[in-house]
């Protein structure tokens, strides 16, 4: 039996993301003891998570209490982060998961395992550099941060650490509920869908949640409104509003309502009811990631509005009836002020809101100016979140899958087939002919650099004075990693091994240095190959099925 | 009557009003503490005929009615009373106000509630005790030091504090000793790591803290971890703590 921690140090978001995994490990071995460890403030979401046998916290408030508030003393603090830790530290686990990846949990991981190397994700040598358990974990850590394109989800990244696939869940599922709750949330959704149409079964309800963790993401309170007034309308949908029992969103639905003459019903509840209600809607409108993890879990249907600085091709739904809506990704990552967003109508969300249902088609959408709908598309290794409508950019697009493809070749060694049916049944096949023969090029020019590189290294080899040519062209080809283009891919990849050499002085490791640019050579081949094979698949399509503009969808 | 909110109890940090207080008069900080507890403390009778601490002529409960006078202090702090289950009183005097705040606090939410008391006045307490006109269950708990750095140190008054609860202020207690009770607002603990290292249980993490030295501060341990080029054990536990008090 199998006793696995993850370490989870993020919030609830990420929480309930990390349930995938949770099902995963249950699916690919049931009798796996699976321990958590997160901060108390997250707690009651954890506990609802099936699966997780023990829980354990780091009390993140008090400690950071200690520290800063002058009239504690600094080892209260200490004294407090080391009771938990030192419990964990004692325990025996076969695996270690770094699966909040930011300092704190890295430097846990690392206090955790040292000395025993059972670690997933990434942790510090005792010279602070990273090591990596795997090669996604250098995905995760190093491509996934600073390539735009956003190749993978976190979900299906951790899964690729693991090296496990994407388990189906038991048939209790995999967010635990009270049944009581169920009950009375069904009982008092059907009163509702019976005041709207005597045949029940024909009335959907719309949860509408209306806050976030920050303002900028919050969808706008007029849209809200305008939604609603239509959803009312409507002959066959009732809209209720959902808000955590908190003062402040209390206060967003009081004047929502207001609007309505307080004739909207408003659902209150906490971690442990909430399950219960998201079970017994239709469809979720939301623009917080929490709540729509949450409802992914229960394979409940979402429109999430993806608005602000949410990472939403990161943190991407597994549900393939869900729909993202968002500014086309290559414009949210190009914009400098997040806290703008364009005007969004209440019409669109409702419309969007109806395609998810099977109410309308989804080229009926008329889709606001600036944004676009994405869909969860399943791939053989996870779920690719596709842009399937509205204004994106075709070849940013192509440029995601297609730097999916090239990892696969990199680090699996194999590439599905199905992102380059996905490639050509969204994108047309002039844009990705454009694309290819540009990223042909940017490799190209990669392949300069290494070459010019590898030979300023040999020659540093045989006569120290030359070491600053070869550390000019090194920073030059370093720099080749920033590159919005797929040459970033292997270029990234040589970086990352690079900056987790032992040594800061490159003169002790040119040996290694030497390897990792055969490696990064190597590496190069794999993004020609993907190139070569992506251009020989359209090919072999006599032609693009879908254009942008007359796009109805992928068959999902 | 004065209620500080949870809020303003977690920063006590109100140095601008000490030292305006010290300008107004900078002896009194020490002076009063150290006469006030060396004072003797006087008892009087009411006319509903309970007994009545005065200190240097100050009454510390009514002289009329003191079980009235604990109902205004209910009264006053009735919001703050409402919404929290742990209180820290400034101020025992003979207990009227804080017996009157159990038995309230008890009949509305039952047994689950903390009251911890701070007096400064040694003298104080041996009276009260010796005349047990007011007595408590367990759920309330008295401290009582001499030196403001004394309560910091008791880990059980820190755990609760650290949980924010609600501030209420014995008025006639806290004028009576308010150099103290701004002391405690304003105290700060030494930073250095020999100072943090008499709170750590573990013996190890004790001595790992000491192992370099006493006189760096924490800040300054931290940024010597940080740089070091081989980092083991605890040091990986106090990296994590440094990422985790700087909101990484």
């Known amino acids: 039996m199998a006793k696995v921690l993850i370490i989870n140090l993020k919030k609830y978001g990420d929480l309930f993301q990390s349930a995938h995994l949770v099902n995963s490990l249950k699916a690919n071995s049931p009798s796996s003891e699976i321990h958590l460890l997160c901060y108390e403030e997250c707690l009651s979401a954890a506990k609802i998570i099936r699966g997780i046998n023990k829980v354990h916290t780091i009390n993140r408030k008090k400690i950071v209490s200690f520290f800063k508030n002058p009239i504690y003393s600094d080892g209260l603090a200490f004294n407090e982060m080391e009771k938990e830790l030192s419990l964990l530290k004692n325990a025996t686990f076969d695996q270690v998961i770094n699966y909040s990846n930011d300092l704190v949990t890295t430097y846990v991981t690392s206090f955790l395992d040292e000395g025993s190397d059972k670690w997933a994700g990434i942790k510090f040598s005792s010279a602070q550099t990273i090591r990596y358990s795997n090669q996604f974990s250098l995905v995760l850590n190093d491509i996934l941060t600073t390539t735009p394109f956003t190749p993978f989800s976190f979900n299906d990244v951790y899964h690729h650490i693991l090296g496990i696939a994407l388990g189906t869940a038991s048939s209790e599922g995999t967010i635990k509920s009270n049944k009581g709750h169920d009950q009375t949330a069904l009982n008092n959704l059907n009163r509702l869908r019976t005041m709207k149409n005597k045949d029940q079964s024909s009335v959907s309800i719309i949860g509408i ?6 303002e900028s993401k919050d969808i706008p309170k007029n849209a809200i409104i305008e939604a609603i007034k239509l959803i009312n309308e409507s002959d066959n949908m009732v809209p209720i509003l959902l808000t955590a029992p908190t003062e402040s969103e209390r206060k967003r639905a009081n004047q ?11 659902v209150e509840s906490d971690f442990i009811a909430l399950p219960s209600v998201l079970k017994n809607i239709d469809v979720l409108l939301t ?15 979402v429109v999430e509005v993806s608005l602000g600085e949410a990472p939403f091709l990161k943190q991407g739904s597994v549900n393939t009836r869900s729909i993202i809506i968002s500014e086309s990704a290559h414009k949210r990552l190009s914009t400098s002020d997040k806290d703008i967003n364009p005007e969004i109508s209440g019409s669109f969300l409702v419309e969007t809101l109806k395609a998810t249902l099977g109410i309308i088609d989804l080229d009926q959408i008329s889709v606001d100016k600036n944004y676009c709908l994405y869909k969860p598309t399943p791939i053989s290794d996870g779920v690719f979140t596709t842009a399937i409508l509205g204004d994106f950019s075709p070849q940013f697009e192509a440029k995601r899958l297609l730097s999916r493809a090239v990892i696969q070749k990199t680090f699996l060694g194999t590439i599905d087939q199905s992102i380059f049916e996905l490639l050509y049944s969204t994108i047309s096949k002039s844009d990705i002919s454009d694309l290819i023969n540009k990223e042909k090029a940017n490799l190209s020019i990669l392949t300069k ?5 590898l030979r300023g290294l040999i020659q540093t080899q045989e006569n120290k004075s030359k070491a600053p040519l070869f550390i000019e062209s090194l920073e030059r080809l370093l720099s080749k990693s920033f590159d919005n283009n797929l040459s970033s891919l292997p270029a990234l990849t040589f970086r990352a091994k690079i900056e987790s050499l032992s040594s800061s002085n490159l003169e002790d490791n040119f040996k290694e240095v030497e390897g990792l640019l055969y490696s990064l050579k190597d590496n190069v081949q794999h993004a020609l190959f993907t190139l070569q094979r992506a251009e020989e698949f359209g090919y072999s399509v006599k032609k693009a099925r879908v254009q942008q503009t007359s796009y109805t969808g992928p068959e999902l | 009557m004065i209620v500080l909110t949870p809020k303003a109890n977690c920063d006590f940090k109100d140095e601008e009003h000490v030292e305006l207080f010290k300008k107004i008069n900078p002896k009194l900080l020490t002076k009063d503490m150290a006469m006030n507890n060396s004072c003797e403390v006087e008892v009087k009778y009411s006319k509903t005929e309970q007994p009545i601490p005065v200190i240097n002529g100050v009454h510390l409960h009514s002289i009329y009615n003191p079980e009235r006078e604990a109902e205004g202090f209910i009264s006053g702090n009735q919001k703050a009373i409402e919404n929290s289950k742990s209180f820290l009183i400034f101020g025992l005097g003979f207990g009227y106000h804080i017996s009157k705040l159990e038995k309230l606090i008890r009949s509305q939410k039952g047994d689950n509630f903390k009251i911890y008391v701070i007096e400064p006045n040694n003298l104080l307490v041996e009276k009260w005790r010796e005349l047990k006109e007011t007595s408590f269950s367990d759920n309330v708990v008295l401290f009582n030091y001499q030196d403001v750095k004394d309560f910091f140190k008791d880990l059980k008054l820190i755990q609760f504090m650290s949980d924010k609860p609600a501030v209420l202020i014995h008025n006639a207690s ?4 308010e150099s103290f009770y701004k002391q405690f607002m304003s105290f700060h603990y030494p930073t250095g790591v020999e100072d943090s290292s008499t709170f750590i249980e573990n013996e190890d993490l004790r001595a790992y803290l000491l192992s370099e030295g006493t006189n760096e501060t924490t800040e300054e341990f931290f940024l010597r971890i940080k740089n070091k080029s081989f980092i083991k054990g605890n040091d990986y536990l106090a990296l994590a703590l440094s990422e985790m008090v700087q909101g990484r």
Do not use: G, M, W, Y
């Not at chain 1, 949640?209 to 920050?214: D, F, G, K, T, V």
């Not at chain 1, 929502?256 to 408003?266: D, G, M, R, T």
């Not at chain 2, 806290?174 to 000793?177: A, E, I, S």
């Open chain 1, 449 to 453: 650099e290494l070459l010019s590189t």
């Open chain 1, 287 to 301: 623009p917080d990631t929490s709540i729509k993890h949450l409802a992914d879990l229960l394979r409940v249907p």
């Open chain 1, 209 to 214: 949640q209306i806050c976030s963790s920050s």
């Open chain 2, 174 to 177: 806290f004028q009576l000793n």
């Open chain 1, 256 to 266: 929502i309502n207001e609007f309505f003459e307080n004739k909207l019903v408003s």
